[in-house]
């Protein structure tokens, strides 16, 4: 990792990912998780503050030692366990059927191989373990998508890899899937070609 994947783009990440305006999304997204959850992309911890009550141990997935130290406030008024569990999404250190439910928020964007990450998110989901999903991708517009294939060389170099043209729903379900719940909109405050989203639940069979 270069200096700036160490120690610059973690703070810009915290910045940006702690923004106020997206915690209604991020309590959405957090809704019905339930016991043993898998964090994919942990970052510096914007979702321990919507944990609901029924997880009981959260693993957290995360690469960037700065964006997990960066996290330590939120983590010290945690309300449930947080164990930092494993580095690479791609790779998960878990059993088979380990997990109740998997969360990703922000981060199937910027995973080098999303196709493995959510198979591997699949293999440690027990039968009908739900993963829930905030993401930015592929827009539904083609005029919008048009600007995401022009901006997307410059946001892979300046955000880790970030990708704006990942059709996230599609990747959902190819990785065996169902969805269960979806809502795809423009993200209020933001351009709409980072602010493509997709919230939902899919179902592990
Ligand atoms: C835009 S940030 C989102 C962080 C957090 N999920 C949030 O909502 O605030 C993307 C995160 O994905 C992490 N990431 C990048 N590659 C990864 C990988 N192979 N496995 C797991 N996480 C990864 C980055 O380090 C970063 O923390």
Do not use: K
């Not at 019905?32 to 944990?51: A, C, K, M, R």
């Not at 330590?72 to 997990?99: E, I, K, N, Y």
């Not at 293999?123 to 999903?133: I, Y």
């Amino acid at each position: 990792m270069s200096f700036y994947e160490r120690q610059v783009l973690p703070r810009l990440l915290n910045r940006v990912c702690g923004a106020t305006g997206v915690e209604p999304l991020r309590r959405r997204a957090c809704a019905d998780l339930t016991g043993q959850v898998v964090e994919i992309g942990f970052g510096s911890g914007h979702n321990v503050p919507f944990y609901p009550a029924g997880v009981t141990e959260v693993s957290a997935v995360e690469p960037a030692e700065l964006s997990w130290r960066l996290a330590a406030r939120r983590l010290a008024t945690a309300r449930v366990p947080v164990r930092r569990s494993g580095l690479d999404g791609q790779s998960l250190p878990f059993a088979d059927d380990s997990h109740d439910a998997a969360l990703s928020t922000w981060t199937l964007c910027t995973i080098p191989d999303v196709a493995a990450a959510l198979r591997e998110v699949r293999r440690v989901l027990r039968p009908g373990g739900t993963l829930h999903f905030l993401e930015h991708g592929l827009a539904p517009d083609e005029e919008v998508r048009r600007w995401q294939r022009r901006l997307d060389p410059l946001e892979r170099r300046l955000v880790g890899g970030c990708t704006f043209t990942r059709p996230i729903v599609d990747l959902v379900t190819a990785a065996g899937f169902t969805i269960r719940q979806l809502e795809v909109f423009y993200q209020e405050g933001s351009p709409r070609f980072s602010g493509a989203a997709s919230l939902g639940v899919a179902v592990s069979g």
